[in-house]
């Protein structure tokens, strides 16, 4: 477990979305290649990149090296603003935090659903996997789901999605509830929503929008990438696709949006405020309207989720335009952040006991090879031992004793198997419950080293 570090730039350390950027554009197989030519200790190496953080979670060879992993993969990296530094954790410190990333308990959004499909993402697509990462990442995945069905997350908005589509719902006076008919009904016109991208994100708010009874346009460069979302929606809901190069060259091809959400990895802010003022002038004109009169029109609602925005900052000021994007959220997250401390406090004695389970199983995992020819050489012993004894001293039993005596061999050697196990978990849960939890943090050293 000690070889398993972690190294996190997240909305928690830059204090803001914007400081998170310049790790965003790295590609994870020229950081590693870097990396790899300065530390040919490094083994595994499994890049996270979300709207709000850059991870990556490594193994090295020599344990004792951290803090050197640390430095070098700092001056690899582009520089951030001053006075802003990533978080470095190694050990039971990193699992404890990857565990409660898993589970949620360190999104923006507490309790939030995206993040387990994309570190599910970037384990497939992990740059290097040796087989602690494997391990590791398996038992996360199944740990993860005792952690959320034990606490209760229910009554929290559950992903960045449903938080920024619920404001867009809010503007539209078209906040789901319970007993309302989905518009389209009694002749009740659909709002028509555009939606940009095809991650999780964008996914989440189109199923999300369908269910109010939204009109939907997908957009999306790859085409392809949108089939299965919308033939799984059009049967509830009016669907349109467009290519991402169709809606940009010709806004107007979207037809007349009540809003527009965006949630993609483009570095730049592509719904510009031209692209906004061609929206605006596709809308109608409410009916009874006369000429040299003001449109009581509600405002075009523009939800940008992404980091880089896709929202450019001029849209902000345009009239007739209304734009929520993460950093206008701030007050929210901020709000969520308490409530997710309290939760994490309730989940931390559950974690810690995780903690314990996840590294019994890893050390056993890891240590099968060996533990099996242990355990076949203690068996052979202790059946020559038996043997020699019944030649010996117990040479007077019948075969029924003599068989009775073997079954009993058996079934102590069992025992002693899972007596081994229990061992080690006490062992684990011994050592790790005398020690600070942050103590196999290299936060300081990496800093001094950093500094000089």
Not at 96 to 113: D, F, K, P, W, Y
Not at 201 to 214: E, H, I, P, V
Not at 256 to 278: I, M, Y
Request: proline share 5%.
């Amino acid at each position: 477990m000690e070889h398993i570090g972690c190294i996190i730039l997240s909305f928690e350390e830059a204090g803001d979305l914007s400081g998170v950027v310049p790790w965003k554009d790295v590609r994870p197989e020229e950081a590693y290649e870097q990396l790899r030519a300065r530390m040919p200790g490094l083994e595994g190496f499994v890049w996270l990149s979300t709207c709000n953080r850059v991870e990556v979670v490594y193994t090295l060879e020599d344990s004792n090296l951290h803090g050197n992993f640390a430095v070098e993969f700092t001056d690899v990296m582009p520089s951030l603003r001053p006075g802003l530094r990533p978080s470095f954790l190694s050990g039971a410190a990193a699992i404890r935090h990857l565990l409660r990333l898993s589970a949620g308990l360190e999104s923006m959004v507490l309790g939030e659903t995206e993040i387990r499909a994309q570190l599910t993402q970037s384990f497939a697509n992990a740059v290097a996997l040796d087989k602690r990462l494997r391990l590791l990442f398996q038992s996360l995945f199944r740990e993860s789901r005792e952690i959320r069905s034990r606490i209760p997350l229910n009554h929290l908005p559950l992903s960045v999605a449903t938080l920024a589509t619920g404001k867009l719902a809010d503007r539209l006076g078209r906040r789901h509830r319970r007993d309302a008919r989905p518009n389209g009904e009694s002749g009740t016109p659909r709002e028509r929503i555009a939606v940009i991208g095809s991650g999780p994100m964008s996914t989440q708010s189109a199923r999300y929008l369908a269910k109010m009874g939204c009109e939907l346009v997908l957009i999306n460069r790859t085409r392809e990438k949108l089939t299965e979302l919308a033939e799984s929606l059009q049967n509830s809901v009016p669907v349109t696709v467009l290519g991402f190069d169709e809606f940009i060259s010709e806004p107007e091809r979207a037809g007349e949006l009540a809003g527009l959400v965006t949630a993609t990895s483009r570095p730049d802010a592509f719904v510009t405020a031209e692209v906004a003022q061609s929206l605006l002038a596709r809308r109608a004109v409410p009916a009874g309207v006369g000429a040299g009169l003001s449109a009581p029109q509600a405002p075009l609602v523009l939800i940008d989720m992404a980091l880089p925005r896709d929202v450019a900052p001029e849209c902000d000021e345009l009239d007739g335009v209304e734009v929520v994007h993460m950093d206008s959220m701030r007050a929210e997250l901020d709000e969520n952040r308490r409530r997710r401390q309290l939760a994490a406090a309730e989940a931390d004695r559950l974690i810690d006991d995780i903690l314990y389970r996840l590294s019994a199983q890893l050390i056993a995992d890891l240590s099968a090879p060996v533990m099996t020819r242990l355990q076949r050489d203690v068996r052979q012993t202790s059946r020559e031992h038996l043997d020699l004894l019944l030649e010996d001293r117990l040479s007077h039993l019948n075969n029924r004793d003599r068989r009775v005596l073997y079954d009993w061999a058996i079934r102590a050697n069992r025992a002693m198997n899972r007596l081994h196990r229990q061992g080690l978990e006490d062992v684990l849960r011994h050592y790790y419950g005398t020690q600070d939890p942050e103590a196999d943090s290299v936060n300081a050293p990496a800093r001094e080293q950093s500094s000089s």
